[in-house]
């Protein structure tokens, strides 16, 4: 089966400082890769996707990116945190392809800047 | 734009209620919609609806979509406290290489013993 590990979970860090959240998959092979943020508000906006290594695709303009050295792997970065990244961070994954997947989504890291 | 509305925004109940929450999208390429719940990290799937008009059930969970008039609803019935989570709805889109799902902001439901 399946498993999606994020980490870490809850990270406290000053404005400026840099950012890494990693993401791993096992037990599949090629999936699609999410991350999603997740502010007060609660809705979920999706950040960055990947359909396979190397291939990064962003949503919405920011002061994060996202990388996939490895199949399995997604990291998500910053080299300078603002306030506004505060939030909580999910990563997902999905089985490849074009078809309707179902997103299984890992614990989530919580950032606060301060 | 695509877009996702859920309602009511929060909800309170007590046990044995039942409720009704609420989706209405517009999603360009729409593929499938899903639902999760949500309680205090990661979503946790419910369901996945691609035909209008075809009920869903899981226990006392389901959910049914019409694709004509664009939204879903989600009914749970004799509703326990283990219940109170947010509950989120994602229509899913063809987009660029893959499908992506385009999250509301969810029904907060708090069930009171």
């Known amino acids: 089966s399946q498993t999606i590990h994020q980490w870490p979970a809850t990270l406290v860090q000053p404005v400026g400082s840099p950012l890494s959240l990693e993401c791993t998959v096992e037990?599949?092979?090629?999936?699609?890769l999410y991350w999603y943020r997740q502010a007060a508000g609660r809705g979920l906006q999706l950040l960055f996707y990947s359909v396979g290594i190397g291939q990064i695709s962003s949503e919405v303009p920011q002061n994060l990116s996202a990388s996939r050295p490895q199949d399995r792997q997604f990291i998500l970065s910053s080299k300078k945190l603002l306030l506004s990244d505060s939030g909580f961070y999910l990563c997902a994954w999905s089985f490849g392809g074009s078809g309707a997947n179902v997103l299984t989504f890992g614990a989530g890291s919580r950032l606060t800047v301060l | 734009e695509d877009k996702v509305v859920q309602s009511p925004l929060s909800l309170v109940v007590h046990e044995g209620d039942t409720v009704t929450l609420n989706c209405s999208y517009e999603v360009t390429n729409f593929r499938s919609l899903l639902w999760y719940k949500q309680e205090k990290k990661a979503p946790t799937f419910l369901f996945m609806l691609?035909?209008?008009?075809i009920e869903k059930k899981s226990g006392r969970l389901s959910s049914i979509l019409d694709k004509k008039e664009l939204f879903s609803i989600l009914n749970i019935t004799a509703t326990q406290t283990g219940d109170s989570a947010i509950y989120l709805c994602?229509?899913?889109?063809?987009?660029?290489?893959?499908?992506?799902?385009?999250f509301g902001t969810g029904t907060l439901l708090a069930v009171q013993p």
């Open positions: 994602a229509p899913s889109g063809y987009g660029g290489a893959t499908n992506k799902l385009i």
């Open positions: 691609t035909s209008s008009g």
């Open positions: 037990g599949t092979s090629n999936p699609n």
